[in-house]
């Protein structure tokens, strides 16, 4: 079978934008061991941008570059596209963009479609979804720039401010928890300025135990629920707030991301209901391939879904592959899966 890697080339020195290159080493591994013919194709601004090093590594430059990476594609004429975009022109909001290139132009691709990427890309369009289907989210409000349009009521302190089209943990950081709703006010224009006047969530932070939940669709339509990851703050000061922040996703010499450790299935957890709550997302969003689901229970035991991610990062180090590993999956069978289900 021919495979289509395709991928978008990161900043060099964004550590959360250069992962996208540790994923395609761990798909381009797993189908080698599988016997598959596979290219790699990177869309690039033109730019200075870090590469996978080997052959097959697209640069696409100039206005023309969409056309010209769709030609290239075409040359190779893939059975199937491995998609590992995670962003357009550095731009989060366009993640959806390259699914619904591949839709449009005819070719099978791995991971979820155009509309659901959309759906879960923007945090407010997700939170709308989930109410929507009775799926329980946090309180919570959208600011667009302007204080006079935006109210803190129906809610309850205290609150996190995130900005709506991110994900990886970019702009949440210990800062982002306001237990004074003036101070959040004040600083609520300074943050949206910090990220060009992209929309900001702002809701209720949850107290309590942080789960997720990856899941892994087979090739009869099945979707396997895999092992429930709780992340666990160990030895964290007493007021720290307990959140995957920045730091503890990307910066290996930090105490956050040391300090913060994975472990699977704790026999105190409600297992169930957050297995249940994440195969609803599932539903909900119309996913596709594999997902993972991101929970925070308190301290009665309710459950509250904070975000929703499809495609989720597979690097060798992710928490999916950790969990597909703790089911017993060896990384050419994850890879296998993935792109079963998107021929099924």
């Known amino acids: 079978m021919k495979v289509a890697i395709t991928y978008n080339q990161p900043a060099p020195g964004k550590t959360d934008s250069e992962d996208v290159l540790e994923q395609v080493g761990f798909v381009s591994a797993g189908l080698s061991a599988l016997g598959h013919d596979f290219q790699t194709f990177a869309l690039s ?71 659901s990427i959309l759906l879960c890309t923007d945090k407010t369009l997700s939170r709308a979804v989930l109410r929507a289907n009775g799926i329980p989210v946090p309180g919570g409000n959208e600011f667009r720039g302007k204080v006079q349009d935006f109210s803190l009521a129906a809610t309850n302190p205290p609150w996190i401010v995130k900005p709506a089209w991110e994900d990886a943990s970019v702009g949440i950081e210990d800062g982002s928890i306001y237990h004074d709703a003036d101070l959040l006010m004040k600083d609520l224009p300074l943050i949206f300025k910090k990220f060009c006047s992209q929309p900001l969530v702002v809701e209720e932070y949850i107290e309590g135990r942080e789960f997720n939940i ?32 920045y730091s503890a996703k990307w910066d290996k010499d930090s105490f956050e991301y040391q300090n913060t450790i994975r472990i699977f299935n704790p026999g105190d957890a409600p297992l169930d209901p957050i297995r249940g709550t994440a195969l609803r997302c599932w539903n909900a969003f119309h996913l596709k391939g594999y997902a993972r689901v991101d929970m925070r229970v308190d301290a009665k035991g309710r459950v509250y879904v904070i975000e929703i991610n499809a495609n989720p990062c597979i690097s060798a180090d992710s928490g999916f592959v950790a969990a597909a590993k703790e089911a017993g999956y060896e990384p050419r069978d994850i890879v296998k899966k993935i792109m079963e289900a998107a021929l099924c």
């Open 45 to 115: 601004t033109g730019k200075s941008f870090s590469q996978q090093e080997g052959a097959g590594v697209y640069q696409l430059h100039g206005k023309d570059r969409g056309l010209n990476f769709l030609k290239a594609l075409n040359q190779y004429s893939p059975d199937i596209i491995f998609n590992l975009f995670e962003e357009w022109e550095e731009d989060a909001r366009l993640h959806s963009l390259p699914p619904a290139v591949f839709e449009y132009s005819g070719y099978p691709f791995t991971g979820s479609p155009f509309s």
């Open 214 to 245: 990856s899941l892994l669709e087979g090739q009869d339509g099945v979707v396997e629920t895999l092992p429930a990851a709780e992340q666990v703050f160990r030895g964290w000061p007493e007021g720290k707030p307990r959140i995957i922040n």
